[in-house]
């Protein structure tokens, strides 16, 4: 396998997709077996449309309303802009992911075309469809899903033209998702753009700010809600409370340390906002059932 796009998540939680050709919108992902990203992916968004294909294990997908549990061989499609988390089901050794990414220029070309206009737009401003699950079992998605596979192989054997069958693909699965968001305009009315809003800076803050001491009535400030709708926002779209996504930011930061630096358990837990290294011990061990030390030999072995 090959990365062949890197991901980076910026201060709003905004998922920032390099391509590795910028006149090709286009990006496939595909981690290698020694760098497979095992831990749980936080909330996040990016403008680019996604279709995952789930290469083994499961994986719980999230977003502001529904929650999919993806297994071997079943995929998925993202929205552009909308707020996800991945979850994984397995063992990190069981769980691997690649995914496609395009924004509207690759299939319209240029913004206000005629193809950007009446097929690429109307689906982005579909709210509702905030993502479509795939299952291998589901004879119509198993077409599909054969499809993303074969735009999997394009891209990895980068044979002549190429980018070229690949948007050609594309262009026909296009026509399904467009189906889709024509089947729920009638829920778009139950989306409240404000609350989406309002979640995205409080995500936002939190990330600036993970190693500091947070509260819900900061961040309830800082969108002008009451401090009572803050923690009502969170456990409707997340699922989880203010202190909650605050502690998963923190963990997410202290595996990047513990993989990437020689920094003491007790430096990592200062940093970023534990405190003491027993008590960031605790933690971590609760939510990966392992030490930070047992974590950190991982990547010796």
Not at 59 to 75: A, F, P, S, V, W
Not at 108 to 124: E, T
């Amino acid at each position: 396998m090959e990365e062949t796009s890197k991901f980076q998540i910026d201060k709003t939680k905004k998922e920032r997709i390099i391509y590795q050709n910028q006149l090709l919108h286009y990006g496939l992902y595909m981690p290698e077996p020694e760098k497979c990203y095992w831990t749980d992916i936080p909330w996040h968004w990016h403008d680019e449309f996604e279709f995952g294909y789930i290469v083994s294990g499961s994986i719980l997908y999230k977003t502001n309303h529904h929650e999919y549990t993806l297994r071997r061989g079943d995929g998925i499609f993202i929205n552009s802009g909308t707020l996800h988390s991945l979850h994984r089901q397995e063992t990190a050794e069981e769980m691997a992911l690649c995914s496609q990414f395009f924004d509207r220029s690759f299939l319209a070309g240029s913004s206000g075309s005629i193809y950007d206009l009446k097929y690429m737009m109307p689906v982005q401003e579909r709210k509702r469809l905030d993502a479509r699950p795939l299952y291998q079992g589901n004879p119509s998605d198993a077409v599909f899903l054969e499809r993303l596979q074969e735009g999997i192989r394009l891209s990895q054997e980068k044979a002549p033209f190429f980018e070229l069958r690949v948007r050609s693909l594309f262009s026909e699965l296009w026509e399904t998702v467009y189906s889709w968001a024509m089947e729920g305009r009638e829920e778009d009315s139950a989306f409240d753009s404000e609350e989406d809003a309002r979640i995205k800076k409080m995500l936002s803050l939190i990330r600036e700010n993970y190693s500091e001491k947070i509260t819900a009535a900061m961040l309830a400030d800082a969108v002008h809600i009451s401090e009572r709708e803050c923690y009502r926002v969170f456990r409707k779209i997340l699922g989880i409370t203010p202190g909650e996504f605050l502690v998963s930011i923190r963990l997410q930061k202290a595996q990047e340390l513990l993989w990437n630096t020689d920094q003491s358990i007790l430096e990592i837990a200062l940093e970023t906002g534990f405190g003491t290294g027993s008590y960031f011990c605790k933690i971590f061990k609760e939510n990966h059932h392992i030490t930070p030390n047992q974590y950190r030999r991982l990547k010796r072995k």
